[in-house]
C-alpha cells in the first residue's frame, strides 16, 4: 500500500546555477569554510537561505516524499531504521512494527497501514540511518564527513501539517537541518549545558530545559524548502509544522571531542606498569590527605608516559 505523501505545492525553489555542483558542506551553510569554522563550528547556530546555497531543486536529489513513500511501503523497512514521535513522546515499535507476513518470519517489520494510522493522527515518522540505506545520501554524508573530518548520520522527519513530533530538547551531537518540503517554524534557545557528551541527554536536565525554553528564544524562524540551519550540540530546540506537511533532513555530525581522545589516552595508559599498580595497603581514599601524595605521582607518571606516546 502506497502511502502518498505526495509533494507540497511549490516544493523547492528555483535557484539558477552555474558551473561545478557545489559541494556537500556549500549546500549545508552559505559562508566559506575557514569562516564557518572560525565563528560558528561548535558555537553558534547558523541559517542559510536557499537563495544562498540551494541549487535548482533545493534538495530533491537528496531525498523526497516520494523517497520517504518508496522506503515506508515498498522496502521491508525494519524498526532499527524507523522511530515514531507524537506529541512529545516516543511511540513503542510495537505500535507501527510485526510480521512481515506469509514466508516471512522477521517480526520488527514496519507495517505501512499502521504507519499510515498514526501519521494521520499527528505522528512525526523519523526515517533513520538514511547514510546507510539511500544512495544519495550515502555519497552526500561520505563527503560531508570527509570534510568535516567527523563521522555523519542521516535522519529525515516526516511532520504532519500543524503538529510538533519532540518537545524542546538538545542534541548531544551538531547537526545540519535541511529543509526539503513545506515549512517549519523553528525556536532556538541557547544551552542549559554546553558541549553535552553523548552520555549526558537533554533528559536528565529537563527542568532547566523546559525553564529555559519559557523565555525569550536566540531565534524564532521558519524554514522554507531549500533552507539550511546549522545548529552546535547543547543548543535547545523546537520544530512545528505549519499549514502543509514538512519533511527536513536532519545531517547529525557524530563530533570527536577532546574527552573522547583523553578517554583513548586513557586506555593506552594500560600498557605502562606503573599506572597499573595497586594503591597502599589499608589506604583510605576517602582522606584527601592520604590521597594527595598518589595523586600527585598519578600525574607525573602521566606526564611522562605522555612524552613517550
Known amino acids: 500500500m502506497a502511502l502518498q505523501f505526495a509533494a507540497n505545492p511549490d516544493p523547492a525553489p528555483e535557484v539558477a546555477t552555474t558551473g561545478a555542483p557545489r559541494s556537500a558542506f556549500a549546500r549545508c551553510v552559505a559562508i566559506d569554510p575557514a569562516s564557518f569554522a572560525a565563528t560558528y563550528w561548535g558555537r553558534l547556530p547558523l541559517l542559510s537561505r536557499a537563495a544562498d546555497l540551494a541549487g535548482p531543486e533545493g534538495f530533491l536529489d537528496l531525498f523526497s516524499p516520494a523517497a520517504a513513500d518508496e522506503l515506508l511501503s515498498r522496502r521491508g523497512l525494519r524498526t532499527p531504521f524507523l522511530r515514531v514521535a507524537n506529541r512529545g513522546r516516543v511511540l513503542p515499535e510495537t ?42 545520501l550515502v555519497d552526500f554524508a561520505r563527503e560531508l564527513g570527509a570534510t568535516l573530518g567527523q ?102 555530525v557524530r563530533g570527536l571531542t577532546r574527552y573522547a581522545l583523553v578517554e583513548e589516552l586513557l586506555a593506552l595508559a594500560a600498557q605502562e606498569e606503573t599506572l597499573r599498580g595497586t594503591l597502599p595497603f589499608g589506604m583510605d581514599v576517602a582522606d584527601p590527605h592520604q590521597l594527595a601524595p598518589e595523586l600527585t605521582q598519578t600525574v607525573a607518571t602521566l606526564r611522562d608516559w605522555l612524552t613517550q606516546v
Open 95 to 136: 505500535s507501527f512494527a510485526g510480521s512481515g507476513g506469509a514466508g516471512a518470519e522477521i517480526a520488527d517489520q514496519v507495517l505501512d497501514e499502521r504507519v499510515l494510522g498514526l501519521y494521520a493522527d499527528g505522528a512525526t515518522l523519523v526515517l533513520q540511518g538514511l547514510h546507510r540505506l539511500w544512495p544519495p
Open 151 to 252: 563521522p555523519v548520520q542521516v535522519n529525515a522527519y516526516l511532520t504532519p501539517a500543524g503538529h510538533q513530533g519532540f518537545a524542546t530538547h538538545y542534541d548531544t551531537h551538531d547537526v545540519f537541518v535541511l529543509q526539503i518540503d513545506g515549512r517549519k517554524h523553528w525556536r532556538i534557545h541557547p544551552p542549559v549545558w554546553p558541549h553535552p557528551l553523548e552520555s549526558q541527554p537533554w533528559g536528565e536536565r529537563a527542568a532547566e530545559v523546559a525553564a529555559q525554553a519559557d523565555g525569550p528564544p536566540a531565534m524564532d524562524m521558519w524554514l522554507s524548502p531549500g533552507d539550511a540551519l546549522y545548529l552546535p550540540r547543547g543548543w535547545l530546540h523546537s520544530a512545528e509544522a505549519q499549514r502543509e506537511r514538512s519533511l527536513h533532513l536532519t545531517v547529525g
